[in-house]
């Protein structure tokens, strides 16, 4: 069954599975779309911590083989689908586009992350994700002050502008004052008219309530 | 002064700082050392955010280049030194090595570093870096039990061997009960006698106290 189509296991407001998503669209991958829901804790079910022993989205089933962690199936996506790339050529801009997504992926998504805002409480969530998500940005648009053109590092989009996108989306949610951050903002800006960020945007996902849209 | 040796931005303890000596241990490649000393506030000092705008370590410069956030640094080194590999060819098992280090560097490590546990408190840190470390431990003990060998990917080391030691480090710091995860513990121990990690270890590092020896 190696030539069926991959699976992403996703949740339309996941900001993870969003990432993959951006870059599914943007490479032309055809795939099969199994909603897993996040807030009726169906990714810590028996049946779906084999697939990710994490008990997080998104998980790709693709030619067999079982991937997590989005950086890692984005990059492996890259080697395996190197038409419309999301790394630039040069080492140095590759670094620039990394560093950009660790800032994001490592330095402020897991700290906002849905299982450290259940141990934070209901109480302390909005403050707490408001923070790290400000904090993180500071750095951020300092960063990108430097590599930034159209999108996060120069003029093409990159694996950084997949990371970007959802975490925006997740300052607007806790209510960060974005003035403070004009690249980040424009670069959003510009994201938000390309076709594949329209594609794999929440509102667009086939698990997306209505009144969510 | 392309040509001039490179520097590393440093804290002894710090496991992201660490991850990179590993690989440049490993790689043979000579470097100079800039200690910032976490617990003095260095690393939000102005002097060093012009470097490093996240106030974290390492940073490295090289070529004339200031790259910071350790996977970054990590894939960087990797191509421009592909001598000594810390990836493996095959884009299955590279998105193995990346899966485990993302676990790591984004699933365990970012939610104990220390400017979260400066966020939480004095009184609740130990609870909560446990927390999260051992969660972290079970999926990535089940991840390991699929794809180890003698290290975390097979029997070469990688850039997920060089996530894994420090986070062992910590796991020891926060008291979590290791005999759980008989992989993690057996694949640390091989790591230990290997020369990288040995000179790569905190005790080593000329900003070490002599009584953390």
Redesign the interface.
């Given at each position: 069954m190696t030539s069926s189509k991959p699976v992403l296991y996703s949740y339309f407001r996941s900001s993870c599975s969003w990432r993959v998503r951006i870059v599914l669209a943007h490479k032309g991958i055809e795939y099969d779309y199994k909603p897993i829901h996040l807030l009726k804790q169906e990714q810590i079910s028996d049946e779906y911590k084999v697939l990710?022993?994490?008990?997080?989205v998104p998980a790709l089933i693709i030619n067999g083989?079982t991937?997590?962690?989005?950086?890692?199936?984005m990059?492996?996506l890259e080697?395996?689908f190197p038409e419309k790339p999301i790394l630039p050529k040069d080492?140095?801009q590759?670094?620039k586009v990394?560093?950009v997504?660790?800032?994001i992926?490592?330095?402020i998504?897991?700290?906002q992350n849905l299982?450290?805002l259940q141990?934070v409480g209901d109480e302390k969530k909005m403050e707490?994700g408001n923070?790290w998500i400000e904090?993180?940005f500071?750095?951020?648009e300092?960063?990108l002050s430097k590599c930034a053109g159209k999108f996060c590092v120069g003029d093409d989009i990159s694996m950084a502008d997949c990371c970007l996108v959802p975490q925006v989306f997740n300052a607007n949610r806790f209510k960060v004052d974005m003035s403070a951050f004009p690249i980040i903002t424009r670069v959003h800006e510009a994201l938000t008219l390309v076709d594949a960020c329209k594609a794999a945007h929440p509102s667009n996902q086939p698990d997306c309530p209505e009144d969510a849209k």
């Open positions: 990710n022993p994490m008990g997080q083989n991937l997590t962690q989005s950086i890692s199936i990059e492996y080697e395996c080492p140095l590759r670094a990394r560093e997504c660790e800032v992926a490592s330095g998504q897991p700290i299982s450290v141990k707490w923070f904090k993180g500071v750095a951020l300092q960063l």
